[in-house]
């Protein structure tokens, strides 16, 4: 996000519907959506956010999430169903991580994710979620990819890029 250049935050996305700053505000509200089930609320829509609202949602997440407890609490996912907030912080984790890679490919910079990160992500929700988040609308159609590609290429094609 810190690269992102205030031209850029119009450009388009990977994600159709998305600007890059439309990315923003959703990788941002990710942590204003934690918060609020930490706390039993409903979360606010945000816009014109910025890297550093980013980073200091992350810094509370964190902070909340270290409460005794926190993790067991239950709050509904963005497609209505009940999880707790362990599963929606694992959840966000996937979403911001593909999110990542869609911002780096708008924006022109390098897209390599980090392999621990594609790997522990991919573990957490391969094959299922991607057919889930398909059936509920937020997932688009799998891409196919070789067979013999990157760990990322897979996780990327299974949530609908074109790694």
Do not use: K
Not at 30 to 42: F, H, I, P
Not at 94 to 115: I, K
């Amino acid at each position: 996000m810190d690269a992102v250049s205030p031209e850029q935050r119009t450009a388009a996305t990977p994600c159709s519907e998305w600007s890059v700053q439309d990315l923003i505000d959703h990788m941002t509200g990710s942590t204003d959506y934690l918060l609020a089930a930490v706390a039993g609320e409903s979360p606010s829509v945000r816009r014109g956010a910025t890297p550093d609202d980013y980073r200091a949602g992350v810094a509370a997440v964190l902070e909340a999430l270290a409460r005794p407890g926190v993790r067991d609490l239950r709050c509904a996912s963005p497609l209505g169903f009940e999880w707790s907030v362990a599963e929606a912080t694992a959840g966000t984790f996937m979403d911001n991580l593909v999110h990542t890679w869609d911002l780096a490919v708008a924006t022109g910079q390098d897209p390599t994710l980090d392999a621990e990160l594609v790997e522990a992500c991919a573990a957490m929700f391969l094959p299922d979620m991607p057919e889930r988040g398909r059936a509920g609308g937020i997932v688009g159609p799998a891409v196919a990819v070789p067979v013999d590609a990157s760990p990322q290429d897979r996780l990327l094609g299974a949530m609908g890029r074109r790694p």
